[in-house]
């Protein structure tokens, strides 16, 4: 892991081999303002121990404000969902690739059952550059990349930045506001996921 260091709500992002070394866990779990998940398929990231536990734990406190889960459609079949599935399930023929969409989006939607009201759903209707999980002022983020191996088995980053304020800029085009390279860094961040937010479509649970 690379050493990170902390500059007015920016800290240097550090890097780690598979998202279990990360404090992903404690994030999640310790999340009050915001927790967004920008992955496109569930079923593995829930398979990946504590997390399913974490999650569960954020949305049970009382002071919890949003969470946000971006998930491919399970009803259309475009050039950049086949590219990423692709990508995703390189493995998987197309008829188990539609299995593993209707079993991610089947769990997202139980969850949502049992935390009425927190959780919202939107079905992506663009093409997710970067896999992103933001919990509060943390962001983390890996790679998509054409490979068999596990995208949680990969290199991942973790940085902490002002998320709020970032999303913000973002959801007005007032990037110019930023003044930091490292903001603006972790704003390419932020954008991606406001972008495929605001170009979504928001499920009606």
Not at 8 to 21: A, D, Q
Not at 59 to 64: C, E, P, S
Not at 99 to 123: C, F, M, T
Request: charge should be neutral; hydrophobic fraction near 45%.
């Amino acid at each position: 892991m690379l050493l990170a260091k902390g500059f007015g709500g920016f800290t240097l992002p550090s890097m780690h081999v598979g998202i279990h070394t990360t404090d992903i866990q404690t994030a999640i779990s310790g999340a009050r303002e915001r927790l967004i998940l920008s992955l496109g398929l569930y079923n593995d990231f829930f398979r990946q121990p504590g997390i399913e536990a974490a999650v569960r734990n954020c949305l049970g406190q009382v002071n919890f404000r949003q969470f946000h889960v971006l998930i491919l459609p399970d009803r259309q079949r475009e050039d950049w969902i086949d590219q990423l599935l692709d990508i995703l399930r390189p493995h998987l023929q197309p008829a188990e690739q539609e299995h593993e969409i209707a079993a991610s989006r089947d769990a997202l939607v139980r969850l949502a059952a049992s935390h009425l009201g927190q959780i919202n759903i939107y079905e992506l209707r663009s093409l997710i550059c970067t896999p992103i999980i933001i919990a509060d002022n943390k962001i983390f983020w890996s790679q998509f990349c054409a490979s068999e191996v596990n995208i949680y088995q990969g290199l991942w980053h973790q940085t902490q930045a002002k998320v709020e304020k970032l999303m913000e800029y973002a959801n007005s085009s007032r990037q110019d506001k930023i003044n930091s390279p490292k903001e603006l860094a972790a704003f390419r961040l932020i954008q991606d996921v406001t972008l495929a937010m605001k170009n979504a479509k928001r499920m009606l649970l």
